[in-house]
């Protein structure tokens, strides 16, 4: 067992402090009477619901690169961890060092893990202190999420720097119905998840979510003796207040910290380090819908912590950002849409690093600015276009424009295709232009920025009124990416670009009482001299199938089945080191025991061994059981 005592208390003391700000900015908003607006049900369910989207256009229709993920369709999964999510989304590879709370990484469309742009509730949340500014997926967990946003293929017209290969949106909102569910389970796994919402009489919907996960898994060396092992504790707060009948406030409060032990770098079993990870971030938005406007002024901040304790060197890295961002959307013609808006964010960040004989400091900051509008153009009932531009002014890469141009055309009622081109970049993160560890590295002031284009086209047949046959092909060229150099001392743009190439295909059937959802994906993801790139594997494909029973012999009752193969992929710079194939099985049943609704998850129900990255085992089958109760 791991000394997790030791872990700093001080840190829950500023979860408090951060709480306690949040509760008090919802406490101070006026409360206006709801005179005109009509409401659903007694609950207190508001007449007009706003999206979370960016810069996106009402009449553009985006289905050429985005997929939805809903609250049911998480419930319904029974999964708990966001990785456990998104390794069934088409295009997205993910990779986990380990067990549950462990680093986790995205690959999407074939690309960086770090060209992923990740976003609370429209608001970019990568953490610029690490690396290479990507997002840790394995200390996110789902309870407190309303819906998932996955949008493939460059999006920095959308979303801004970091969108090469896309973007996910975690959007956090609250159940209109007063409950509080609790699941957890017991094995090599120890994890308990509370959720609580409850509906003032005053209007406001108030929800709080708390998780701790305690992992301890063996190392994946024959020889290993040491146990992996992760501690992860989170809370998460949201209120939110129609204070009239068109305008909203919304907060959000999360708050994360992680304490991982991982084997030495030699692999011999023996104690290597420690990693110990924080995260806070805090979100205010106001939001306000018309008829044929929406408006919305959202401000964010968020700090990171990161210190790694190994054998008696020590590196910290911290980062803080504060956005602000503004944006107005028009949708006065019936064929025609668009919007305007503004963004800025300050990122800045220390780097010390701790060794038995020296100590060194450096820290830094950045600022961007961007400027960004969109328009969607019915051309005739069945075709329509859409624009997105961006303009991006930073203070040491300097300024780029991204755009994006969609067409949508709807040949007859079953029969859709469509086209997109798209670009992105990714500007050199706090790190790379800042950063210094125990081992010679420097930041490197003079980095630009990575750049990337998309172009891909999109086909979807509807048949037999209940089966939809789609399938994409893409291309993204990736330029100026940033890599370590030689001898790991910076980072420097590379001149050889990458191409990533790819198929998706997805057959859906929706019935009464059951669904069925399968997708195969065919890729190659190779530098312009044939190199393939690690950890990117040439097929994935899925199944997944739920259905409820009605009137059987145990009753009435929701069964969702989850098949996930992911093929055979290069994993270390060695053409002769591949990991294997994996075929990964999960199933989670539902009952509903008068008004409480019970479930039971079996993950890994195959029980299969891997590792994925080699050499960090990945847990075998896993229990658990919770309820949801209404009140």
């Known amino acids: 067992m791991f000394p997790f005592n030791e872990w700093n208390t001080k840190k829950g003391m500023f979860m408090h402090r951060v709480l306690l700000v949040i509760i008090l900015l919802s406490l101070t908003v006026n409360v206006y009477a709801l005179d005109d607006c009509e409401w659903n049900n007694q609950q207190g369910i508001p007449c007009l619901i706003i999206s979370k989207t960016n810069n996106t256009s009402k009449v553009s229709k985006e289905g050429v690169n985005k997929v939805i993920i809903t609250k049911q369709d998480i419930e319904n999964s029974g999964h708990t961890n966001l990785t456990d999510i998104l390794k069934s989304v088409s295009g997205l590879n ?4 380990g067990g549950v709370g462990q680093l986790s990484t995205v690959f ?12 609370l509730n429209g608001i970019a ?13 394995g200390q996110d967990f789902v309870q407190n999420i309303q819906q998932i946003e996955i949008y493939k293929g460059s999006s920095g017209a959308n979303f801004g720097p970091s969108a090469i290969a896309g973007a996910i949106n975690f959007i956090t909102a609250i159940d209109y119905i007063n ?55 989170q809370i998460n707060l949201n209120s939110e207040k129609w204070i009239n009948d068109n305008t909203k406030i919304k907060s959000t409060m999360y708050v994360r910290e992680t304490r991982s032990y991982y084997d030495d770098f030699d692999n011999n079993g023996e104690f290597g380090y420690v990693m110990d990870n924080t995260m806070h971030a805090l979100q205010t938005s106001l939001e306000r819908v018309n008829k044929n406007t929406e408006d919305s002024l959202t401000f964010h901040w968020q700090a990171y912590g990161k210190q790694i304790d190994d054998g008696g060197f020590t ?6 950002a504060l956005v602000t961002r503004y944006e107005k959307k028009i949708n006065s013609l019936k064929k025609l849409s668009f919007g305007y808006g503004a963004e800025y964010k300050y990122d800045w960040g220390a780097f010390i690093n701790e060794g038995a004989s020296f100590n060194s400091a450096t820290r830094g900051h950045v600022k961007d600015s961007a400027v960004f509008a969109n328009a969607g153009y019915k051309i005739i009932d069945n075709t329509i276009i859409s624009f997105y531009g961006r303009k991006d002014d930073h203070n040491t890469a300097g300024g780029n424009n991204t755009y994006k141009i969609n067409l949508l055309q709807e040949l007859n009622n079953n029969l859709s295709i469509g086209a997109s081109t798209s670009t992105g970049l990714r500007n050199p993160s706090l ?28 086909a979807s047949y509807n048949f037999l009124n209940n089966f939809t046959l789609s399938s994409t092909a893409y291309r993204t060229n990736l330029s100026d990416r940033l890599e370590f150099n030689s001898s790991f ?44 790139q690690l950890r990117r594997p040439d097929t994935k494909y899925g199944l997944n199938f739920s259905k409820k029973f009605i009137n059987s012999d145990f009753g009435d009752f929701n069964m969702n089945l989850n098949y996930i193969h992911t093929g055979k992929h ?61 009140y």
């Open 94 to 97: 993910v990779f986990q060092n």
């Open 108 to 119: 999407m469309r074939g690309s960086e893990s770090n060209h992923t742009l990740v976003l």
């Open 125 to 137: 949340i990568n953490d610029q202190s690490v690396t290479d500014g990507m997002h840790d997926f």
């Open 179 to 233: 409950s509080y569910s609790v699941s957890g389970f017991n094995d090599r796994n120890n994890s308990t998840d509370i959720n609580y919402t409850k509906i003032t009489e005053n209007g406001w919907h108030l929800n709080v979510n708390g998780t701790t996960n305690q992992s301890n898994i063996h190392s994946a060396k024959p020889q290993g003796a040491e146990n992996d092992g992760t501690l992860n504790k």
């Open 315 to 320: 590196d910290s890295y911290d980062s803080q």
């Open 431 to 458: 790190y790379e232009l800042f950063g210094s560890n125990n081992f010679g590295y420097k930041g490197n002031i003079n980095l630009k920025a990575e750049k990337s284009k998309t172009n891909e086209i999109f």
């Open 489 to 532: 001392t910076a980072v420097e743009n590379k001149v050889i670009d990458l191409n990533h190439d790819g198929l998706e295909n997805e057959l859906k059937y929706e019935g009464k009482n059951h669904n069925l959802a399968f997708f195969a994906d065919f890729s190659t993801s190779k530098k312009t001299d044939e190199q393939k």
């Open 570 to 630: 290069l994993d270390f710079s060695s053409s002769t080191v591949v990991a294997k194939s994996t075929d990964i099985v999960d199933v989670n049943f539902s009952k509903d025991f008068n008004g409480s609704i019970w479930k039971l998850s079996i993950t890994n129900l195959l029980n299969e061994r891997y590792e994925r990255p080699l050499t960090f085992n990945t847990e075998g089958r896993q229990f658990r059981i919770g309820f949801k109760n209404k």
